[in-house]
């Protein structure tokens, strides 16, 4: 059954990746299939899409977060209107003959009530042309009674223009309106909730509410699961997935972030109290470089979401401290009485290092099927050339979804499906590809620190200009791409 799905015009490298793992989470037993409308841009918000059932549909519109308000239609019709036709005429023309009656008589019937609503993408309607395009409907044979507040059906008439840009996108060839039943509804009332600004424990890295719901919902989270954050900080994560329902599991190197937070009333855990969700089932000093899991323990997370330091806000760090890492020092033990209270010392831990222990860990701690979703930077440039991401023999790169944050730089939720064991021989291969990774990274990675990167003074004429003081950014943008 084909729906239309209308997205939000923001993150559009979100929407496809997220309703993707939704069906599948939801029994969509196939990949489904995408279609664009006729003379549509890739990125424009309407899409065709292939779903088994109305109810995979419902189930799917409620769990969205780039969903639209009325994100699912099982089209009445879709058409162009070449020679400003009026809409009554080209959907009573279009209606009856491209739609078997199972599919529209059902929702007509005079025991049910109904509402038609208007809805347009660039362009802006008066209350006087809405009603005029509703009233251009009445040949329709609905027999049941009106209701605006609360009907058992909800109908919209979604229109765009042909005759400028809309949003960034290049102008449709013609005029394109669908008519269609609403059969989902997403509930954005999450983000006011769950918004940063009032958080109770809140650090300098936390992650924002909306992109936090979309990497849960990218990871599968749900009942029953136990999704990992091994970077937690403040747990903005981990409180998205246990919104969903999953149990949560976290760790961070800082053990004053994990232990002590800013007092007994604003920490990880109060966060989890705030909004009434079940506290994680354990948050660990741990630090990811040396794991202390012992070593026939293996697969018992079902998702591990995390936002690796990439030296924008913050640095990664690991065990040992300069001198310790330098080999100026040799390791110690710290003694008995002094170790209440004691903050153990740390170095520099690059990002081609952190990342690369996030996959040996994934390999070896996640279910088979289960899903690695993390956060990976990348520099704009001019030259367009291609970024590498990490691999692992484990996993199954399903989905990149771009956030662009400045002119300067981005960051890339990569999306990976566990699909082979792990073993002693999946590790050297692992082992080798880390290796080859790492001679043909970009020489910030290893520094791990991105910040002089994206921050250092452009020398490129080309692209500042100083009388208007304004930055030409060198790839097409898109204004929905930048929230």
Same mark, same amino acid.
């Not at 209107?81 to 009856?96: A, D, E, Y």
């Not at 029953?224 to 760790?251: C, E, H, N, Q, W």
């Given at each position: 059954?084909?729906?239309?799905?209308?997205?939000?015009?923001?993150?559009? +490298?979100?929407?496809?990746?997220?309703?993707?793992?939704?069906?599948?989470?939801?029994?969509?037993?196939?990949?489904?299939? @995408?279609?664009?409308?006729?003379?549509?841009?890739?990125?424009?918000?309407?899409?065709?899409?292939?779903?088994?059932?109305?109810?995979?549909?419902?189930?799917?519109?409620?769990?969205?977060?780039?969903?639209?308000?009325?994100?699912?239609?099982?089209?009445?019709?879709?058409?162009?209107? $070449?020679?400003?036709?009026?809409?009554?005429?080209?959907?009573?023309?279009?209606?009856?003959?491209?739609?078997?009656?199972?599919?529209?008589?059902?929702?007509?019937?005079?025991?049910?009530?109904?509402?038609?609503?208007?809805?347009?993408?660039?362009?802006?309607?008066?209350?006087?042309?809405?009603?005029?395009?509703?009233?251009?409907?009445?040949?329709?044979?609905?027999?049941?009674?009106?209701?605006?507040?609360?009907?058992?059906?909800?109908?919209?008439?979604?229109?765009?223009?042909?005759?400028?840009?809309?949003?960034?996108?290049?102008?449709?060839?013609?005029?394109?309106?669908?008519?269609?039943?609403?059969?989902?509804?997403?509930?954005?009332?999450?983000?006011?909730?769950?918004?940063?600004?009032?958080?109770?424990?809140?650090?300098?890295?936390? =992650?924002?509410?909306?992109?936090?719901?979309?990497?849960?919902?990218?990871?599968?989270?749900?009942?029953?699961?136990?999704?990992?954050?091994?970077?937690?900080?403040?747990?903005?994560?981990?409180?998205?997935?246990?919104?969903?329902?999953?149990?949560?599991?976290?760790?961070?190197?800082?053990?004053?972030?994990?232990?002590?937070?800013?007092?007994?009333?604003?920490?990880? @855990?109060?966060?989890?109290?705030?909004?009434?969700?079940?506290?994680?089932?354990?948050?660990?000093? =741990?630090?990811?470089?040396?794991?202390?899991?012992?070593?026939?323990? $293996?697969?018992?997370?079902?998702?591990?979401?995390?936002?690796?330091?990439?030296?924008?806000?913050?640095?990664?760090?690991?065990?040992?401290?300069?001198?310790?890492?330098?080999?100026?020092?040799?390791?110690?033990?710290?003694?008995?009485? $002094?170790?209440?209270?004691?903050?153990?010392?740390?170095?520099?831990?690059?990002?081609?290092?952190?990342?690369?222990?996030?996959?040996?860990?994934?390999?070896?701690?996640?279910?088979?099927?289960?899903?690695?979703?993390?956060?990976?930077?990348?520099?704009? +440039?001019?030259?367009?050339?291609?970024?590498?991401?990490?691999?692992?023999?484990?996993?199954?790169?399903?989905?990149?979804?771009?956030?662009?944050?400045?002119?300067?730089?981005?960051?890339?939720?990569?999306?990976?499906?566990?699909?082979?064991?792990?073993?002693?021989?999946?590790?050297?291969?692992?082992?080798?590809?880390?290796?080859?990774?790492?001679?043909?990274?970009?020489?910030?990675?290893?520094?791990?620190?991105?910040?002089?990167?994206?921050? $250092?003074?452009?020398?490129?004429?080309?692209?500042?200009?100083?009388?208007?003081?304004?930055?030409?950014?060198?790839?097409?943008?898109?204004?929905?791409?930048?929230?």
């Amino acid at each position: 059954m084909w729906f239309l799905c209308v997205f939000y015009h923001r993150l559009l +490298d979100f929407r496809k990746p997220e309703v993707e793992a939704l069906a599948e989470l939801f029994g969509e037993d196939e990949s489904i299939q @995408w279609r664009l409308p006729e003379h549509h841009h890739n990125d424009t918000p309407f899409h065709f899409v292939q779903l088994s059932s109305e109810e995979i549909a419902q189930n799917i519109a409620k769990r969205s977060m780039i969903l639209s308000f009325s994100p699912f239609f099982p089209l009445f019709c879709c058409f162009s209107n $070449k020679n400003g036709v009026s809409v009554g005429i080209l959907v009573k023309g279009i209606l009856h003959p491209k739609l078997p009656d199972s599919r529209k008589l059902p929702f007509l019937t005079s025991d049910s009530t109904f509402r038609i609503s208007v809805e347009t993408f660039g362009k802006a309607l008066t209350f006087d042309e809405q009603k005029e395009r509703i009233h251009s409907l009445t040949y329709i044979p609905f027999e049941g009674k009106v209701n605006l507040k609360n009907p058992d059906h909800n109908f919209f008439l979604m229109e765009m223009d042909e005759s400028e840009e809309s949003n960034g996108l290049p102008p449709i060839v013609q005029r394109r309106i669908f008519f269609g039943r609403e059969v989902g509804f997403a509930d954005r009332k999450l983000l006011p909730t769950f918004q940063l600004k009032s958080r109770t424990y809140l650090g300098p890295t936390a =992650m924002d509410a909306e992109m936090a719901f979309l990497m849960a919902n990218q990871a599968k989270a749900s009942s029953g699961k136990l999704v990992y954050d091994p970077f937690v900080g403040t747990g903005s994560i981990l409180v998205s997935a246990a919104r969903f329902g999953a149990m949560t599991m976290g760790a961070d190197i800082d053990i004053r972030v994990v232990r002590d937070g800013r007092g007994p009333d604003c920490n990880v @855990w109060s966060n989890f109290k705030q909004y009434g969700l079940p506290a994680p089932v354990a948050l660990l000093r =741990m630090d990811n470089n040396v794991p202390p899991w012992r070593s026939g323990l $293996k697969e018992i997370f079902d998702a591990i979401i995390c936002d690796p330091p990439y030296g924008v806000r913050a640095g990664g760090r690991k065990s040992g401290g300069r001198k310790i890492l330098r080999g100026t020092v040799d390791p110690y033990t710290v003694p008995e009485d $002094k170790r209440t209270g004691h903050i153990p010392s740390t170095g520099a831990y690059s990002l081609v290092e952190c990342v690369h222990d996030l996959l040996h860990l994934a390999a070896r701690m996640l279910v088979m099927k289960g899903r690695l979703v993390f956060f990976f930077p990348v520099l704009r +440039d001019e030259s367009g050339s291609e970024v590498k991401f990490p691999e692992h023999p484990c996993f199954k790169l399903v989905a990149v979804s771009e956030q662009i944050l400045s002119s300067r730089y981005s960051r890339v939720l990569l999306t990976m499906v566990k699909v082979e064991p792990y073993s002693e021989e999946i590790e050297e291969a692992a082992r080798l590809m880390h290796l080859e990774f790492r001679e043909n990274h970009l020489k910030w990675l290893e520094e791990g620190n991105i910040h002089s990167s994206v921050f $250092k003074p452009s020398t490129d004429s080309s692209q500042i200009q100083t009388e208007s003081k304004t930055f030409k950014d060198p790839k097409p943008k898109y204004r929905g791409k930048y929230v």
